[in-house]
């Protein structure tokens, strides 16, 4: 069961990287594609994210 936290925990964070890096693109001038589309895709990662953080926790807590 450890592992599958473990495993749980690292998409979490894999997520919220992907939000970060998504975050970091509507920065740069002349980024495609457009910037509602990465707004929208880092919410969705960052939600992803949330997610996996609260089931990890979950499992964390239970063990």
């Known amino acids: 069961m450890e592992i599958f936290t473990s495993v749980v925990l690292f998409i979490s964070v894999a997520f919220f ?3 970060v890096h998504h975050l970091l ?3 740069k001038p002349g ?3 457009p910037k509602a589309l990465l707004r ?3 919410g ?3 939600g992803g ?3 996996f953080l609260l089931i990890g926790i979950i499992f964390y807590t239970f063990q």
């Open 17 to 19: 990287v992907g939000a």
């Open 49 to 51: 994210g949330a997610i």
């Open 40 to 42: 929208k895709r880092a």
């Open 25 to 27: 693109a509507l920065k």
């Open 31 to 33: 980024m495609y594609p």
């Open 44 to 46: 969705t990662l960052a």
